[in-house]
């Protein structure tokens, strides 16, 4: 055995010891330079390195044989990792965080990990419009070259995955189970997916399932290995804005897209902009704001449509312009709204208004306004909001 896998194993059993946390092997590794010296050594220097006897005790429970089902897990499957903060792909970013992982386990491609990243999170029920969003804006950082990072869970996360893949782009996944646990289990095609073309990340040993204190566990490595965070659509008691505020004690920035006043889904982004989070409206923001520090070129003289080039990364145009609907509107020459439809225009605005209140306002029939409701979803012009309310996409000129 190497002494490379001797360390390995080492942290393993330490890491799978119950009680035994990243702060406790960081005192092992300044005390003893590997915790497989610090595994051989007596009580007495395990004190001096700083451990409490509880944790001596927990640490010499833990067996040299525990570790066989993730050692069996790294060698059973093709692109299998379990990185150590010496090697060279561990994420240079995250190893710079205050409480970066001793171990970190990986299915996919590791060199990602030290590429350019952007976390982008939110609600896991958002509302048309946030779903727009978090597609469009993953679409745009992702071919300009940002690898999307995200947890794998339902709603914002899910889509700003799939909007990178879809674009050609990169995407990392970091999950609070073992790495043979997909959760949600609705997400594992995506899941698989993103192993194929992408990274799936966990410090957690294999055989680990999901637990709630597990969760804020992972979002500090979600942000801790990205430049800066994008919140989407939150609610104001969410996981998402746990992410952001790893990211600002981290020291990254953080981003906010704002929403209706009227909207739940919005507030936990309005509270972060007040709390000096970035307020952005399109992709162009955050690469501007970025741009030094990951050396994209923004060309100035052409503000409407820049060209930006990240880490050695070919061009590649983004737009300027606000962040797409789920459909684009289609020109006035193919369609446009009749005198009832510009009625039910005049009543709605970019705020979500209820099928009741177009209905008192226009004086049309419940089933007129429906009717005119999907054809004018169907080209772009409006949005269902769910619950019953549509909001406006476009201007009446």
């Known amino acids: 055995m190497t002494d490379y896998e001797t360390e390995l194993r080492a942290c393993l059993q330490a890491w799978r010891a119950p009680g035994i946390g990243g702060a406790s092997i960081q005192r092992l590794l300044s005390h003893f330079g590997s915790v497989s010296i610090a595994l051989d050594s007596s009580d007495q220097e395990l004190t001096k390195a700083g451990l409490k006897p509880a944790k001596i005790a927990l640490l010499r429970a833990t067996k040299p044989d525990d570790v066989n089902i993730d050692i069996e897990w790294l060698q059973s499957g093709t692109q299998r990792h379990i990185l150590l903060p010496s090697d060279p792909d561990y994420p240079a970013a995250l190893k710079n965080t205050q409480s970066p992982p001793p171990l970190l386990f990986a299915v996919g491609n590791t060199s990602l990990l030290n590429d350019p990243q952007i976390a982008m999170v939110g609600s896991r029920s958002p ?14 950082l992702a071919q300009n070259g940002l690898c999307i990072t995200s947890g794998l869970a339902l709603g914002i996360d899910a889509i700003s995955h799939t909007g990178a893949l879809d674009s050609d ?20 095609k995506l899941a698989e997916r993103i192993a194929e073309q992408g990274l799936i990340v966990s410090e957690f040993p294999v055989g680990v399932r999901p637990q709630a204190q597990n969760f804020p566990r992972r979002n500090r490595i979600i942000s801790g290995m990205s430049v800066g965070t994008l919140v989407v659509e939150s609610a104001l008691r969410s996981g998402s804005l746990v992410t952001a505020r790893h990211a600002m004690e981290q020291g990254r920035e953080v981003f906010a897209i704002p929403g209706s006043i009227h909207n739940p889904m919005a507030r936990g982004c309005h509270q972060l902009i007040r709390q000096g989070a970035k307020l952005v409206e399109t992709a162009t923001d955050i690469l501007e704001e970025i ?25 590649q145009s983004f737009a300027s312009s606000k962040i ?20 039910i225009l005049d009543v709605l605005g970019h705020d979500p208004v209820p099928v009741d209140q177009i209905v008192l306002k226009t004086g049309l029939t419940t089933e007129e306004v429906s009717s005119m409701l999907l054809m004018m979803e169907l080209q772009g012009y409006i949005a269902a909001c769910g619950g019953g309310h549509y909001m406006r996409l476009t201007s009446r000129e």
């Open 127 to 140: 509302t048309t419009g946030g779903k727009d969003n978090a597609r469009a804006f993953a679409s745009h």
């Open 324 to 343: 797409p609907a789920a459909s684009s509107p289609i020109t006035p020459d193919e369609y446009s709204p009749d005198s009832d439809e510009c009625l």
């Open 291 to 315: 741009s030094a520090q990951l050396h994209i070129f923004i060309d100035p003289r052409h503000s409407d449509n820049p060209q930006s080039k990240i880490a050695g990364k070919s061009p």
């Open 169 to 188: 782009g990169s995407t990392i996944a970091v999950v609070a189970t073992g790495m043979d646990i997909i959760y949600p289990s609705r997400n594992r």
